[in-house]
């Protein structure tokens, strides 16, 4: 759903459930945030009463996940340290969000630090539907993490935000040459987000550079626009087509621009 996003807009109702857990440190951003969260919440509670209305939420697979972190004006509470928000970055905070599968006739309640990525649902929801894919996918089936049987489970993920960068259990290769080793110890450990140039870690630098390079040799799995059927995209005016040609010189101006420095 949009929520939870900016504009940080307080919603129109849940505001006495929202502030009762207040504390007197927050800022109006936040709390509007965190008023928003409380609405997501209610919102997704209908969801579930809905499905047990219909006395299928034993045996529904319900999916809850984030596409990046939380607004860098925001600073979530964790249990041992405060967490300003990641998002528009590389870093933990800016890449790693909440992933929360329900399916009680199926799933056993655990914990996991296994990698999935947003890439991997469609693979996994269409294996577990019995639905073969007849195209290529970048995902990865990862469904016998939700239902305990055997499986190949994903050692890295390669992300190409602002250039490409990978990250595996332990570090974080960014395109610019930079290497964060990234102990999972703790909240504290894992945010710090340390840089390393120990020369024990260049094998893993090396290694992790080789998968950047793989998947930024790979051609784009479709070139040009893609069509969808019984659909016919409106023919643009041709001052559309002058804004568009514009806006692409510029970005063209810009990575020029960018190499030279």
């Known amino acids: 759903m949009a929520l939870v996003h900016d504009p940080f807009i307080i919603p129109p109702s849940l505001g006495e459930k929202a502030s009762a857990k ?59 340290m405060d967490l300003k928000g990641g998002k528009f970055s590389r870093t933990e905070a800016g890449s790693r969000v909440p992933f ?81 080793d990234i102990p999972v110890t703790s909240n504290k450990e894992r945010y710090s987000e340390k840089e390393t140039k120990n020369p024990e870690h260049e094998p893993d630098r090396k290694r992790l550079q080789a998968l950047i390079d793989q998947y930024q040799s790979l051609p784009p799995l479709y070139d040009g626009a893609v069509k969808v059927e019984g659909f016919e995209a409106p023919e643009l005016t041709e001052e559309q087509k002058k804004a568009a040609a514009k806006k692409a010189e510029n970005k063209k101006a810009k990575r020029a621009e960018k190499k030279k420095k």
């Open 22 to 80: 207040y504390t007197d440190d927050l800022s109006d951003k936040t709390k509007a945030y965190g008023h928003m969260i409380t609405y997501m919440d209610d919102i997704i509670g209908q969801m579930m009463a809905r499905l047990k209305k219909h006395s299928i939420d034993e045996n529904t697979l319900v999916i809850f996940t984030g596409d990046n972190g939380t607004h860098p004006s925001i600073v979530s509470k964790l249990p041992d």
């Open 100 to 180: 929360i599968a329900r399916w009680p006739k199926k799933i056993k309640p655990a914990v996991t630090e296994d990698f999935i990525c947003l890439v991997d649902v469609l693979p996994t929801i269409a294996s577990i539907a019995g639905i073969e894919l007849t195209a290529e996918v970048d995902g990865m089936d990862l469904s016998h993490n939700f239902l305990g049987t055997e499986g190949k489970d994903r050692d890295y993920i390669v992300m190409p935000f602002k250039g490409f960068y990978v990250r595996d259990k332990r570090f974080r290769l960014d395109a610019d040459g930079r290497m964060f």
